[in-house]
């Protein structure tokens, strides 16, 4: 979406209420958490419940409503067990979502779990009839095929980013509806090559536990027929702005954008532009993002009927030479980068640690220890991890 800060990527902060419906499973084992290696301050804190806040920080829509919690799970034989969805059926086990199967939050804390079917159901608020609802999964390792009341949905592959689908059609006339989920996690099966990161099935020395199954925020919201699709905001430290707003419609379509100091609430600046192409404007006298003074300005983009917000802050990365040597600048000066190598892994989570404060802990300790640069290692983290390390 724009280029990373020296401590992390943007994305948007606020959090947004969520509208939960309950999900109901009988039969099925119930869920409870398994002993991990080692406790967190956090492990039993995570609930059922888990990661309440709205996933998507820098398209987020006010409309929509969170489906993590407990759902079912039970392991497949095969992939050809894709071609026989368990519908209308009560599967083996009640899990959490958003977990990585093999986790102990999961309550499965499972192995080999290479193929897998996962269920819950939901039901669509009466206000948003009329328009479009888009079914959004914030990642699942590695392979989905998603089933909405019986219907093949859609297909997605890579276990590390977001994918969405409108199932306005698949949808029940009653309101409740049927998610099923079946997922194929291919990690150290020949001939598959895939960006696994530290997972592997045969764990020693540095390589850890794979990562199967929803192991990040799944949720549902409401948008008209002509919708934002991505934005594409870059600001730098002149307080030049270029934005691309992308739509659900080929055609080009007005687009209004307001910037919004945060700390005053007050819009400094606002543009008028066209989707589907990058449009440039200038916000006046801007304050300066930087580790030491992480400053944030929101922003609201609005196509026709919807309307989302998002953020960004003003900074320029570049490079240059500072006493005869090369380095890299921040807003034209240079910063030493003092950091830790981060691989992303929790005793109890595996790839997801417990909540957004044990997430957020780990990253004010290591400011409060100096530190104002972190490696990510080989894994891509969810949205609001970066979220937390702009603020």
């Known amino acids: 979406m724009h280029s990373p800060l020296i401590a992390a990527t943007l994305a948007l902060c606020g959090v947004v209420s969520a509208l939960n419906a309950p999900r109901q499973t009988t039969n099925s084992t119930k869920y409870a958490v398994k002993t991990p290696p080692l406790t967190t301050p956090w492990t039993y804190e995570a609930g059922t419940n888990p990661w309440p806040q709205y996933p998507r920080p820098q398209l987020q829509r006010s409309q929509w409503q969170s489906l993590n919690g407990i759902w079912t799970y039970q392991n497949a034989s095969s992939l050809d067990a894709v071609n026989s969805p368990p519908y209308n059926q009560t599967l083996a086990n009640e899990v959490l979502i958003p977990s990585c199967l093999e986790s102990s939050l999961s309550g499965i804390q499972g ?41 093949n949905a859609t297909f997605h592959r890579g276990g590390y980013f977001a994918f969405f689908v409108d199932v306005t059609d698949y949808l029940n006339a009653n309101g409740t509806n049927e998610l099923l989920v079946f997922v194929h996690d291919p990690t150290d099966s020949d001939p598959y090559v895939i960006p696994i990161g530290k997972q592997t099935l045969h764990q020693s020395h540095i390589f850890y536990t794979p990562c199967s199954g929803i192991w990040q925020s799944v949720w549902i919201e409401s948008a008209p027929s002509n919708y934002i699709t991505q934005l594409d905001i870059a600001a730098g430290m002149d307080g030049q702005v270029n934005a691309t707003v992308s739509s659900s419609g080929n055609a080009s379509a ?9 700390k005053t609430n007050t819009t400094v600046a606002t543009h008028n532009g066209a989707s589907n192409v990058q449009c440039t404007f200038s916000v006046p006298s801007v304050s300066l993002w930087s580790p030491d003074s992480p400053t944030l300005y929101d922003i609201t983009v609005s196509l026709g009927n919807d309307e989302v917000s998002s953020y960004t802050g003003f900074r320029t990365i570049s490079r240059g030479v500072v006493n005869g040597i090369e380095r890299p600048l921040l807003n034209g000066e240079f910063v030493f980068q003092f950091g830790t190598l981060d691989q992303g892994f929790w005793p109890d989570g595996i790839y997801l640690p417990p909540n957004r404060d044990a997430m957020v802990y780990d990253l004010q300790t290591l400011k409060k220890l100096g530190f104002n640069t972190l490696r990510k290692h080989i894994k891509v983290e969810p949205a609001l991890y970066y979220q937390a390390c702009d603020e």
């Open 111 to 151: 192995e080999y779990t290479i193929y897998s079917w996962l269920a819950t159901s939901f039901s669509v608020p009466t206000t948003w009839t009329g328009n479009r609802v888009l079914l959004n999964f914030a990642a699942v390792d590695y392979e989905a095929t998603v089933f909405v009341n019986g219907q």
């Open 254 to 262: 007005s687009v209004q954008i307001a910037v919004i100091d945060r």
